[in-house]
T-cell receptor, first 116, second 116 residues
């Protein structure tokens, strides 16, 4: 158990709909990352938050948005869903500070999204 | 920008034997971290081993060890005494240690099969 909690574990929704994926980082971790893993692609970095502020943005579509709340949990919002958005969405966390223990990123179990 | 290349899409090994998974990376930064993650059929991302670029000594975790060749930008993973539970996708990843974005950049992965 990595300590990173993601909900829901599985989600099936229709095209055009909107869903929210939730992530609770490990206790004490300030950085939260979102990754997308499709069947035919590797792990794609979407976005990173550090202590409530956006720190880095990757290949995140405009239909997707995220935020990190004061209690450090994060949500990834996916809207106007398309079939191609079906994927495993990972949340990960790290302390976010320099140092030997501050740079390992731990992953949650992922949220399986199926768009039908 | 950092890039990570895993040139072996699939590898196989006999139980109890040793196997080496290859990884090369490219980065313009002098301070960075390298990781191997394991993704079993459950799809959870599990940290196997990490290496700080400033350390010359190769990291070791039980049956897992790395051969870190900084000048060649090579970071291979050796699994000794392979077990059936080692069967998984293995991802090599790099991460900047500098402030700002600390995202992981992943290779495409190597699927390891362990034959009994």
């Amino acid at each position: 158990d990595s300590g990173v909690t993601q909900t829901p574990k599985h989600l099936i929704t229709a095209t055009g709909q909107r869903v929210t994926l939730r992530c609770s980082p490990r206790s004490g971790d300030l950085s939260v990352y979102w990754y997308q893993q499709s069947l035919d692609q590797g792990l794609q970095f979407l976005i990173q938050y550090y202590n409530g502020e956006e720190r880095a943005k990757g290949n995140i579509l405009e239909r997707f948005s995220a935020q990190q709340f004061p209690d450090l949990h994060s949500e990834l919002n996916l809207s106007s869903l398309e079939l191609g958005d079906s994927a495993l969405y990972f949340c990960a966390s790290s302390v976010g500070l320099r140092g030997s223990s501050g740079n390992t990123i731990y992953f949650g179990e992922g949220s399986w999204l199926t768009v039908v | 920008a950092q890039t990570v290349t895993q040139s072996q899409p699939e590898m196989s090994v006999q139980e109890a034997e040793t196997v080496t998974l290859s990884c090369t990376y490219d980065t313009s930064e002098s301070d960075y971290y390298l990781f191997w993650y394991k993704q079993p059929p459950s799809r959870q991302m599990i940290l196997v081993i990490r290496q700080e670029a400033y350390k010359q000594q190769n990291a070791t975790e039980n049956r897992f060890s790395v051969n870190f060749q900084k000048a060649a930008k090579s970071f291979s993973l050796k699994i000794s005494d392979s077990q059936l539970g080692d069967a998984a996708m293995y991802f090599c990843a790099s991460k900047s240690a500098q402030g700002g974005s600390e995202k992981l950049v992943f290779g495409k992965g190597t699927k390891l099969t362990v034959n009994p």
